[in-house]
């Protein structure tokens, strides 16, 4: 048995990420292996607006073993099968970035080589007619998979879009029920070892002195043990990711649910629409340098889709990550650890992927700074990777009708993401590396929504002639539009298996 295992693992911040350390850890540390201890202010405000997802969600949902219609139910939830995008690329211009594949690969070359080749017969030709969940999202429609053979209704890729308070919520019930103990207090204090600096113990404003061997730091931006007691460090990315303000507001929802996410380009930045079953969560990040808070607030208004549920609320963050996402016997999630804009809806998947690499990597009293360092070296790549994705957004766009997007359009960006958008203006070739996030559809999607041409295509293509290319392409287009024709409004599926109770 090991002597050095841990004893203690005190969580500090609840919110989603706190949340969602705590039914993680309640999950699997079992039979009074170490008590897990969540400290949480009602006093200290969480971000959470309301959170558009990815379908990586549902491997951590599995992994609590949640049953997904109560998980609806009691999130006041919706599906999600990709993002629409307006006037990104310029004004007037709409594209979507579904989630699952686009066609089928032949021949042993990537269906995405087969499309730009007939994009060059057919100039006219829609690529999100060649995705179940494009067609979906336009039609309004949503199922889970079935076992339908070859058919892409097989395989519905799809995430959620839920209350982020509600989702709260509910993983501490589900905590609880598996031992983690919940503390309401104020931290006031936080105490180091003299000979290290670990983190003993941190005092409450009550007095109370609660210890542990490892403590978990989910107390958003502020930092309270990774940056204010441990002093980490911040990389900022401001200079790629120039929005630094976001002012969020609900509002009361309007005619069909949409399954997707919608994401509107304005003139110093862009507003979300995240439609739940009981109300639409909106948003405009920008960036402060070029309109005022007044400003976008008022613009922010003047774009919703029914009556404001509340009072406008401005939140300010830098873009960027801590030096350290693991430093001594502090690890940090959520916010704590850094923050990347949620335009492709990452903020949740990185406190999964930051838990899932913890739980790979789980210490005892020893903690030994050779796992140490590889979790810093994978949650590091991790969120470089998608925050280069998110830069590519602003980068390639057409735009020139405001300063904040002659910005982006001609600034430098980072070599990695300067490298994948060469490689695509060759032969619309991308490569996934190294398991990063986004795949090369997701790629694909956002470099042909916002007009990154190829000069050319895999020449392997040439293999098939152009009568067989047009004859594929056509019945896959037709398979996908009568598997779309399937399908049920998302409002009815959501009617006939997991409607939420009508708020009190």
């Known amino acids: 048995m090991n002597t050095n295992r841990l004893r203690s693992i005190v969580i500090v911040g609840g919110g989603t990420a706190g949340w969602m350390a705590a039914a993680t850890l309640g999950r699997f540390l079992k039979d009074d292996y170490s008590s897990v201890r969540l400290v949480e202010s009602a006093e200290i405000g969480t971000v959470g607006v309301g ?20 998980f609806v139910r009691k999130t006041q939830a919706t599906f999600k099968l990709g993002i629409q995008f307006k006037d990104w690329t310029r004004l007037g211009h709409t594209y979507l970035h579904p989630f699952g594949p686009y066609g089928l690969d032949m021949e042993g070359v990537s269906f995405h080589a087969y499309w730009l080749k007939l994009r060059e017969l057919e100039p006219d030709t829609d690529l999100s007619d060649y995705s179940l969940q494009a067609v979906a999202c336009r039609r ?29 919520r509910f993983l501490r019930e589900y905590a609880e029920q598996r031992g983690v103990v919940r503390t309401e207090g104020k931290i006031v204090e936080v105490k180091q070892r003299g000979e290290d600096g670990f983190i003993e113990a941190v005092v409450l404003e009550s007095g109370e ?9 989910c107390s958003g931006f502020r930092g309270l043990l990774i940056e204010q007691t441990l002093k980490t460090g911040y990389e900022d990315w401001s200079h790629w990711l120039p929005c630094n303000r976001a002012v969020a507001v609900p509002c009361e929802s309007a005619g069909e649910l949409t399954p ?11 507003q979300w629409r995240i439609e739940l079953q009981h109300r639409i969560g909106n948003g405009y990040v920008y960036s402060s340098e070029f309109i005022s808070d007044d400003e976008a607030t008022a613009t922010l208004l003047a774009n919703l889709d ?16 801590r030096k350290k996402f693991w430093n001594k016997n502090c690890v940090t999630l959520g916010l704590a650890s850094g923050f990347i804009e949620p335009l492709e809806s990452t903020s949740i998947h990185l406190v999964q992927s930051g838990l899932a690499n913890f739980m790979t990597l789980f210490p005892d009293r020893r903690f030994s700074p050779t796992e140490i360092e590889q979790y810093n070296r994978v949650m590091t790549w991790e969120f470089e ?17 405001s300063p904040f997007w002659d910005y982006c359009r001609n600034m430098s960006v980072p070599d990695f993401l300067q490298h994948k958008m060469d490689l695509f203006r060759d032969r619309g070739r991308i490569f996934r590396e190294n398991n990063e996030l986004f795949n090369d559809t997701s790629w ?17 293509v040439d293999v098939m002639s152009e009568d067989e290319l047009r004859r594929r392409l056509a019945h896959i287009k037709e398979t996908i539009s009568k598997s779309a024709d399937y399908m049920p409004s998302h409002r ?10 009508a708020e009190r």
């Open 385 to 401: 990777r998608i925050r280069d994705f998110i830069v590519l957004h602003y980068k390639a766009t057409e735009r020139n009708d």
């Open 51 to 70: 959170e558009a997802t990815i379908p990586q969600i549902k491997t951590f949902n599995r992994m609590l073993a949640l049953d997904e219609d109560d």
């Open 209 to 217: 002195r609660i210890e542990g061997d490892l403590f978990i730091d």
């Open 444 to 460: 694909f999607a956002v470099m042909v929504g916002q007009n990154i041409r190829p000069r050319s295509y895999d020449p392997l």
């Open 260 to 270: 997707y996410t919608r994401s509107t380009a304005r003139k110093a930045g862009w």
């Open 306 to 321: 029914g009556a404001p549920r509340a009072t406008p609320r401005i939140i300010k963050f830098v873009a960027g990550r």
């Open 492 to 501: 009815e599926f959501i009617e006939k298996h997991c409607k939420a109770r």
């Open 140 to 168: 309004g429609k949503f199922m889970r998979s079935i076992n339908a053979g070859n058919s892409p209704l097989s395989n519905i890729a799809y995430a959620f879009h839920f209350d982020a308070a509600l989702y709260a």
